[in-house]
C-alpha cells in the first residue's frame, strides 16, 4: 500500500489514521522550514557583495553635506588672504605645484609706501643687498608671482603683479656653478599681519657654489653666512628706508685670546693658539683666491713670522717656537688689538663692537690693527701696525714700528711659512734688459725657480732658521721687479708675484701618510708684494730686500713635494724706521683662469 506522501508500507504493517495526518504535517513543516533557511555559497557570496555596494553610497549620503562644508572652509583658508586690521599690510604664501614658482597674496591701504626690492647677489646674514631693483606696491589686495628658471642661457628671475611682469633679472650661465642653497623667509602659509613700517623678507635663497675642479664626489662648498652669497633676495620695504649695507671688516673671537680681524668678504689675520703656531700672524686669505680649500679658516695654512733685527750683523730674532735639540726657545706671543699701546684700553676688556667702534675708519673703508709682541731676548719689542683696505680685499698690510722702551732696531724681517704647499714654483721678473728701465709697461718673464742662480742676477745668501730641508736663498734684485703707480695715490710699488705651475690640484698625487693639514685642493694662485718704493734708498744705506727659500720638501716635513723644489719661503727685510707699509697678497691666478699665453 502507497500512502498518500508516497511513502511505501512494509508487509504485516498497519496504519493509525490519526497518526498517519500528524505525520505528515510535521514532513511538510519540516520540508518548508529547510528549505526557506539553507543557503547555498553562491547565494552568500551575492548577498555580501550587495551589502558592500549599498552601504558605503549610504553612508557617503549622510557625510557629503559635512564635506561640502570643510572643503569652502579649506578653500577659503588656501586662496584667499583673511585681513583682520586693514591698516595694517597682511599676507600670506600660497600652494604652487611648481617648485622654481613661489606666489603671495597681499593686501595694504592706500598710501602706504610700500615697494617691492629683489637682488641676486650681496646676500649675507649681517644685512640686505644695497644693489636691488624695486617697484611699488599698488594698495588694495594684488597677488605676487616669482618664477625661477635656469637653462642654457642662464639664471633667469621673473617677478609679476596680477599676471603682469613688473620685474626680471638675468645672468649668464658661467654667473653661478651651484647644485646647493638654503632659503629663509618671513611669510608662512597662513596670513599674517605686519606693520607696514618694517621690512617683511618674502624670500631669501643662498647658493652655496661648487668645487671649481672637481667633477666626482662631494663638491658643495660651505661659505659663512655673514660672507656675500649669490642667490635671490625678495622683499617688502618702506620706500624711503635706505639699506644699510654689512660691515666691509669683521671681527671674531674663537677662544680666550684667539681673535680673528680682517675683510669679511677678504684676508684676515688671526693670533692662533695652536701649538705650532704662536708668535705667527696666521693669515687666512681671501677666499676666492683659494677656492676650493675644505678647512679654510680652520688651521693656520699659510702664515708671517715678523723677526726684529737689532743690528744688521746679527740674526733676526724668530718669534716662533725652535726646536734646537735640547735647548728648544719658547714661542713668544702677540696681541691683536685695535690701539697702538696697550694703556688705554685692558685686553681682557676686548670685545667685537669695540672692534668696529675703534679700529674701523668712518667712512668703513679701512681697518687698523696692531699686533703687540712680548719683549725678545734682545729687549727688541715690535708693534706691526696691520692694514686692511676694503677697496682690496685680497691685500693686508704691515708697517713695523718699535714699542716704548724697546731696544733699538734696525730692520724687520717679515718671513713667510708653509708656502711649499701652494706649488709656488715661479716668479715674474722683468728681464735683464727691462731691468734698467722704470718702465711698468715692461713683459715680465715667467722665470723657473730651478734658474735662480748667481749668474743670472740673483745673490745666493743663506736664510738661516726658516725651516727643515731649507736650501740656499737667494735674494731677488729690485730692479728686475716691475714698477707700478699706487691708483689712489702718488706712491710707487715694486710688484714681486710667485705663481705656481699646477693647474689643477685634483690630478696631484700627494704622497701616503701626508697629513691633511698640507695638502692644497684649491684653485691655483699668486703670492704677491707690494713694496713701497719710497723706502729705497740712496747707494749704501741699507733698502728693503727679498729673498726666496727653496725646498724639495712640504711643511715642517721631509716628504717630498711631487713635481720637484718649490718656494719655500719668503723673507721681505725693511729697514728701521719705516714710514710706508708693505703690502701681501694671495690673488687667483688669471693664467690658468683666462688662458693668457706664454708658459706659467
Known amino acids: ?109 592706500a598710501a602706504a609706501g610700500l615697494e617691492l626690492r629683489m637682488a ?15 617697484i611699488s606696491l599698488p594698495a588694495g589686495e594684488h597677488v605676487i608671482r616669482l618664477k625661477k628658471t635656469r637653462d642654457n642661457a642662464g639664471f633667469h628671475n621673473l617677478l609679476y603683479m596680477d599676471g603682469e611682469l613688473v620685474l626680471e633679472e638675468h645672468h649668464p650661465d658661467s654667473w653661478l656653478d651651484s647644485s646647493t642653497s638654503s632659503s629663509t623667509t618671513d611669510v608662512g602659509a597662513l596670513s599674517q599681519t605686519f606693520s607696514p613700517n618694517g621690512l617683511i623678507k618674502l624670500l631669501e635663497v643662498r647658493a652655496e657654489p661648487n668645487h671649481p675642479l672637481k667633477t666626482v664626489g ?17 622683499w617688502i620695504s618702506p620706500v624711503a628706508l635706505e639699506v644699510e649695507a654689512a660691515p666691509n671688516f669683521i671681527s671674531r673671537l674663537r677662544r680666550a685670546g ?39 679658516g680652520k688651521q693656520t695654512r699659510f702664515a708671517v713670522s715678523v723677526r726684529p733685527v737689532v743690528t744688521l750683523a746679527t740674526k733676526a730674532e724668530p718669534p716662533e717656537h725652535q726646536r734646537n735639540g735640547k735647548a728648544d726657545v719658547e714661542a713668544i706671543p702677540f696681541l691683536l688689538h685695535m690701539n697702538p699701546t696697550l694703556q688705554e684700553q685692558p685686553p681682557a676688556r676686548m670685545r667685537s663692537q669695540l672692534w668696529s667702534k675703534h679700529a674701523v675708519s ?9 699686533a703687540h709682541y712680548k719683549p725678545f731676548p734682545s729687549g727688541a719689542q715690535p708693534i706691526i701696525e696691520i692694514t686692511f683696505d676694503s677697496h682690496h680685499p685680497r691685500r693686508i698690510g704691515f ?69 727643515p730641508g731649507e736650501m740656499p736663498g737667494y735674494e731677488v734684485p729690485l730692479n728686475r721687479m716691475s714698477l707700478i703707480q699706487g691708483p689712489e695715490d702718488n706712491h710707487r710699488f715694486r710688484k714681486f708675484i710667485l705663481r705656481s705651475d699646477v693647474s689643477n690640484v685634483t690630478k696631484v698625487t700627494f704622497p701616503s701618510g701626508l697629513e691633511q693639514r698640507w695638502k692644497y685642493d684649491g684653485i691655483p694662485n699668486c703670492q704677491v708684494w707690494w713694496l713701497p718704493a719710497e723706502e729705497e734708498k740712496a747707494s749704501g744705506e741699507p733698502n728693503i730686500k727679498v729673498d726666496i727659500s727653496p725646498t724639495e720638501f712640504f711643511p715642517d716635513t721631509e716628504v717630498a713635494l711631487p713635481g720637484g723644489k718649490a718656494v719655500g719661503n719668503v723673507r721681505i727685510t725693511v729697514p728701521m724706521p719705516a714710514t710706508n707699509p708693505i703690502w701681501l697678497s694671495l690673488e687667483p691666478d688669471t693664467f690658468w683662469s683666462t688662458g693668457e699665453s706664454g708658459k706659467p
Not at 49 to 56: C, R
Not at 120 to 134: V, W
Not at 362 to 370: E, H, I, P, Q, R
Not at 434 to 461: C, H, M, T, Y
Open 362 to 370: 668712518a667712512d668703513g673703508t679701512m681697518m687698523t690693527v696692531f
Open 1 to 109: 500500500m502507497i500512502s498518500s506522501h508516497g511513502n511505501t508500507l512494509r508487509p504485516n504493517e498497519s496504519v493509525d489514521e490519526g497518526s498517519e495526518t500528524v505525520a505528515t504535517w510535521k514532513f511538510w513543516a519540516g520540508q518548508l522550514a529547510r528549505k526557506t533557511f539553507r543557503f547555498g555559497l553562491l547565494e552568500l557570496l551575492l548577498m555580501t557583495a550587495a551589502i558592500a555596494v549599498w552601504i558605503p553610497p549610504l553612508l557617503a549620503l549622510r557625510k557629503i553635506p559635512e564635506l561640502e562644508t570643510d572643503i569652502q572652509i579649506m578653500r577659503r583658508a588656501t586662496l584667499e588672504l583673511l585681513v583682520e586690521d586693514p591698516s595694517q599690510l597682511t599676507i600670506r604664501a600660497l600652494p604652487t605645484v611648481w617648485q622654481q614658482m613661489h606666489v603671495w597674496k597681499y593686501s595694504i591701504p
Open 258 to 296: 684667539e681673535w680673528t680681524v680682517g675683510n669679511r668678504n677678504g684676508i684676515r689675520v688671526r693670533s692662533s693658539t695652536e701649538a705650532d703656531a704662536i708668535g705667527l700672524m696666521d693669515i687666512q686669505p681671501a677666499l676666492d683666491a683659494v677656492l676650493g680649500e675644505q678647512s679654510w
Open 399 to 467: 708697517l713695523p714700528r718699535a714699542a716704548p722702551g724697546s731696544t733699538p732696531m734696525q730692520a724687520c724681517e717679515f718671513v713667510t711659512h708653509f708656502d711649499s704647499r701652494f706649488f709656488w714654483r715661479r716668479i715674474l721678473l722683468k728681464s735683464d734688459e727691462d731691468s734698467l728701465l722704470d718702465n711698468s709697461a715692461s713683459v715680465l718673464q715667467s722665470v723657473p725657480i730651478e734658474d735662480l742662480n748667481s749668474n743670472s742676477g740673483f745673490l745666493k745668501r743663506q736664510m738661516p732658521g726658516i725651516g
Open 218 to 234: 662631494s663638491r658643495n662648498l660651505q661659505l659663512e653666512g655673514e660672507q656675500d652669497h649669490k642667490g635671490l633676495a625678495l
Open 120 to 134: 641676486t647677489e650681496g646676500l649675507c646674514s649681517l644685512a640686505l643687498p644695497t644693489d636691488y631693483q624695486a
